[in-house]
T-cell receptor, first 114, second 112 residues
């Protein structure tokens, strides 16, 4: 089944404790992206990648890192999480090297930083 | 940069009625306008999209219209059903094609 898989689905952590949210897609898509969803703010892009070893900042990149060492994986790293990073996170992938085509989203990761 | 405004934020209709959600965008270079449906506990899922060279697109009960001059596009759902209840997001691609800029979402409730 074609899908984007995120892990974990739920995570509660403490301020300052490094964490990684994994994202993997099995559709051989070039483009991958991370979004955060907050009430009343919709979905905002954190980082994106148009291909292996090519990443760039989205609208809200502060406090986050990403890597794209393989085509299928695009982990989101929070080196020192803070409470304002409590949010619902989505990974998405799209065919081709651009965002202007259908995006396939993962199920989401609900992160709470206390 | 691109900005997408979406209205209304909430919409309640009776089963069988039509629902319309409207979005405006700021970047005249945007060329791709998708609509996503998000059910509770799930990720957004594409329901219909339209490109800037097309004025209208329809898929069964769902249709999208695009007015490039006015920079707005709309989602139309006819004969609504309770399973249409969800959060709907519009989006527009930015000029570089590197991102989708999303509206803030519309919570649609269809009561039977």
């Amino acid at each position: 089944e074609a899908q984007v898989t995120q892990n974990p689905r739920y995570l509660i952590t403490v301020t300052g404790k490094k964490l990684t949210v994994t994202c993997s897609q099995n559709m051989n898509h070039e483009y991958m992206s991370w979004y955060r969803q907050d009430p009343g703010l919709g979905l905002r892009q954190i980082y994106y990648s148009m291909n292996v070893e090519v990443t760039d900042k989205g609208d809200v990149p502060e406090g986050y890192k990403v890597s794209r060492k393989e085509k299928r994986n695009f982990p989101l790293i929070l080196e020192s999480p803070s409470p304002n990073q409590t949010s619902l996170y989505f990974c998405a992938s799209s065919p081709r090297h651009r965002a202007n085509t259908e995006a396939f989203f993962g199920q989401g990761t609900r992160l709470t930083v206390v | 940069g691109e900005n997408v405004e979406q209205h209304p934020s909430t919409l309640s209709v009776q089963e069988g009625d039509s629902a319309v959600i409207k979005c405006t965008y700021s970047d005249s270079a945007s060329n791709y306008f998708p609509w996503y449906k998000q059910e509770l506990g799930k990720g957004p899922q594409l329901i219909i999209d339209i490109r800037s060279n097309v004025g209208e697109k329809k898929d069964q009960r769902i249709a999208v219209t695009l007015n490039k001059t006015a920079k707005h596009f709309s989602l139309h759902i006819t004969e609504t059903q309770p399973e249409d209840s969800a959060v709907y997001f519009c989006a527009a691609s930015n000029q570089a094609g590197t991102a989708l800029i999303f509206g803030k979402g519309t919570t649609l409730s269809v009561s039977s």
